[in-house]
């Protein structure tokens, strides 16, 4: 979860990359997707195909 500026959610979203390349696949799926929780934005799909989705859409 990022609070802050856009920075911090292009880093969140390269830290998140690199993690899932980290995946042994042999043992375990790839993910399905990947999603950074904002505090704020609109949620939208980034060209890297990267989620970012504010905390309230995550409410019941």
Known sequence: MKLGRQSDIDSAAEHLKELA??????????????????????????????YVVPLAC???
């Open 21 to 50: 390349q980290n995946i042994d696949t042999e043992y375990m799926k790839p993910p399905a997707f990947l999603m950074v929780i904002t505090a704020k934005y609109t949620a939208y799909i980034r060209p890297d195909g990267v």
């Open 58 to 60: 995550l409410k019941p």
